[in-house]
């Protein structure tokens, strides 16, 4: 999965609400060029009982630099810009007093369960994951995700693995905390993933998620969209700026509220937060439109915003 920085502290992601990782998805053919492997001396024992094919160990280039990716440079802007969109966001908090963005407020629950001791997994990592902000902050830190590409391209040294999330190379009870930004609406089996998050968390582990809420108007839209990918990926392009290769089919088999509870429960989580976030700048591609969206998501009833964050604590 390939993910556009986030513009700076506390901003959520740039996609668009519906596209995002892909721990689900088989990874590309891996490209030419030597990787430098990490110390396995700082990663959580791997469960050797469990199958690791395809697995790649990346430990990648140094905070700050850059590696050039030909792909992702548009020809033209995109209908929507990032800067476009946080100014609406900022106008958009002038007029609800108290509104935070989905990823503020995901950053908020990170921080309250980050520590200086704490083992974190970032599930669908891509170009930049849930946890870009606060990685060095814990003791220890790890990503993962299908794509190869997006692996590659990533401008830090957090250590990164190639794989998927129903099978996660790591021992029981790793780690005290897995999030996961914009991947649970491409998992073909969720069910299967949450069950691994359960495994390769500690008693009392958290697992901290943004996803898209399946009962949008907006998200609603995209599932129609993909009887014809090949559009969706063009309207991604020109409204959003990103190229066709990075937009993934969705699934949205973990999207509804009713969805992830029962999963939780199924697998051995409770609840301890899952809220629905409204975000009407999505569509903001003009003052006018910004303004129509304003109003519509005043008429949407409370539980049909554009996102879910959920905070899902694992039973001791």
Not at 121 to 140: H, V
Not at 305 to 314: E, P
């Amino acid at each position: 999965m390939r993910r556009a920085p986030r513009a700076g502290p506390g901003c959520s992601s740039p996609r668009s609400p519906w596209s995002g990782a892909g721990a689900g998805r088989p990874p590309r053919r891996p490209p030419c060029g030597p990787c430098a492997s990490p110390d396995p001396a700082s990663w959580p024992s791997p469960d050797n009982s469990r199958p690791t094919v395809g697995l790649l160990m990346l430990r990648l280039s140094p905070a700050g630099s850059e590696v050039h990716n030909p792909a992702t440079t548009m020809a033209r802007g995109p209908l929507l810009p990032y800067t476009a969109q946080t100014t609406y966001r900022d106008q958009y908090r002038a007029a609800r007093p108290g509104w935070m963005s989905s990823g503020d407020q995901f950053d908020l629950v990170v921080q309250k369960h980050l520590t200086p001791e704490s083992t974190v997994l970032d599930l669908g990592c891509g170009r930049t994951g849930g946890i870009e902000r606060f990685w060095r902050q814990a003791r220890m830190a790890v990503g993962v995700d299908t794509d190869l590409g997006s692996l590659v391209a990533r401008g830090h040294g957090m250590s990164v693995l190639q794989g998927g999330g129903e099978h996660l190379p790591f021992a029981d009870a790793s780690f005290h905390m897995v999030v996961s930004v914009w991947v649970l609406e491409h998992l073909e089996t969720p069910e299967n993933v949450f069950a691994e998050v359960v495994r390769v968390l500690k008693p009392g582990g958290h697992f901290i998620f943004l996803t898209p809420n399946a009962l949008n108007p907006l998200v609603l839209g995209n599932r129609v969209g993909q009887l014809a990918p090949w559009l969706q990926k063009q309207l991604v392009s020109n409204v959003y700026g990103r190229d066709g290769s990075d937009t993934f089919a969705v699934r949205y088999r973990a999207n509804t509220s009713s969805r992830i509870r029962e999963m939780a429960a199924a697998t051995g989580f409770d609840v301890a937060e899952l809220k629905v976030i409204a975000d009407p700048t999505y569509v903001a591609f003009n003052a006018l439109m910004f303004k129509a969206a304003m109003l519509s998501d005043r008429m949407l009833p409370a539980g049909l915003g554009v996102h879910f964050l959920g905070d899902l604590q694992k039973r001791t």
